[in-house]
T-cell receptor
Framework: EPEVTQTPSHQVTQMGQEVILRCVPISNHLYFYWYRQILGQKVEFLVSFYNNEISEKSEIFDDQFSVERPDGSNFTLKIRSTKLEDSAMYFC????????????FGEGSWLTVV | SQQGEEDPQALSIQEGENATMNCSYKTSINNLQWYRQNSGRGLVHLILIRSNEREKHSGRLRVTLDTSKKSSSLLITASRAADTASYFCATDAGTYKYIFGTGTRLKVLA
C-alpha cells in the first residue's frame, strides 16, 4: 500500500531555532495537510495545501509557520522560531482524487523543543 | 466549531467482547472517517462513510451514520488485544480540512 513518508522521525531543537519537517506524499496525490498532536491531546488541523497554495489554515498556523513544495514532490512545514509549546507530533497527510476522499497519514515527526 | 466529540473517552473490555464508540459533530458533512492510532504512532485509516450512507462494514468493523442526529458509531466485533488503541472520527464540511474528534482510548484485556 502506498505510504506517506515523513522525516525526521524525531528532532530535538533549541527554543528559537528554525525547524523544517519534510513529507513525501503518495504519488499523484494533490491535497496535502499538516496536523499536530501535543502529547496525550487531540489531533489538530494546521493547514491544507492544494495547487501550490494554502487552501485553509487554522488559528494555530500563525506567521511562524510556513509550508511549501520546493521541488514539486516534497511537502515541507517550516517553523521559523520554535517555542516550547511547539513540542508535538506533526503529521503530514495527503489525499488524491482517486482515493475517494480518504486521507492518508504519515507516521509523524516528533518535535521536542528544549 | 466542527469538531467531533467521541464518547466514551476511555473504554476497557475483555477480549472477544464488542466495543462501541460514538462520535458527534456539529455541522453538515460530506463524509466521516474513522482512524486508529497506536500509542506514539501515526493515524491509520479504517473506514470512510459518506453522508448518503447509513451503514458500512469492513471486516470486524461496522460504522453507522445518522446525519439527522449528527452522530456516527464505530463497532468493533470480537475484539482482540491488538485492537488496543485510540480511535478518532474525522469530519469534513466540503472545505479543505478534516477536523478530528477527541478520541476514544480502547483497551482490550487478554
Amino acid at each position: 500500500e502506498p505510504e506517506v513518508t515523513q522525516t525526521p522521525s524525531h528532532q530535538v531543537t533549541q527554543m528559537g531555532q528554525e525547524v523544517i519537517l519534510r513529507c513525501v506524499p503518495i504519488s499523484n496525490h494533490l491535497y496535502f495537510y499538516w496536523y499536530r498532536q501535543i502529547l496525550g491531546q487531540k489531533v489538530e488541523f494546521l493547514v491544507s495545501f492544494y495547487n501550490n497554495e494554502i487552501s485553509e489554515k487554522s488559528e494555530i498556523f500563525d506567521d511562524q509557520f510556513s509550508v511549501e513544495r520546493p521541488d514539486g514532490s516534497n511537502f515541507t512545514l517550516k517553523i521559523r522560531s520554535t517555542k516550547l509549546e511547539d513540542s508535538a507530533m506533526y503529521f503530514c497527510a495527503t489525499m488524491g482524487r482517486g482515493s475517494g476522499n480518504t486521507i492518508y497519514f504519515g507516521e509523524g515527526s516528533w518535535l521536542t523543543v528544549v | 466549531s466542527q469538531q467531533g466529540e467521541e464518547d466514551p473517552q476511555a473504554l476497557s473490555i475483555q477480549e472477544g467482547e464488542n466495543a462501541t464508540m460514538n462520535c458527534s459533530y456539529k455541522t453538515s458533512i460530506n463524509n466521516l472517517q474513522w482512524y486508529r492510532q497506536n500509542s506514539g504512532r501515526g493515524l491509520v485509516h479504517l473506514i470512510l462513510i459518506r453522508s448518503n450512507e447509513r451503514e458500512k462494514h469492513s471486516g470486524r468493523l461496522r460504522v453507522t451514520l445518522d446525519t439527522s442526529k449528527k452522530s456516527s458509531s464505530l463497532l468493533i466485533t470480537a475484539s482482540r488485544a491488538a485492537d488496543t488503541a485510540s480511535y478518532f472520527c474525522a469530519t469534513d464540511a466540503g472545505t479543505y480540512k478534516y477536523i478530528f474528534g477527541t478520541g476514544t482510548r480502547l483497551k482490550v484485556l487478554a
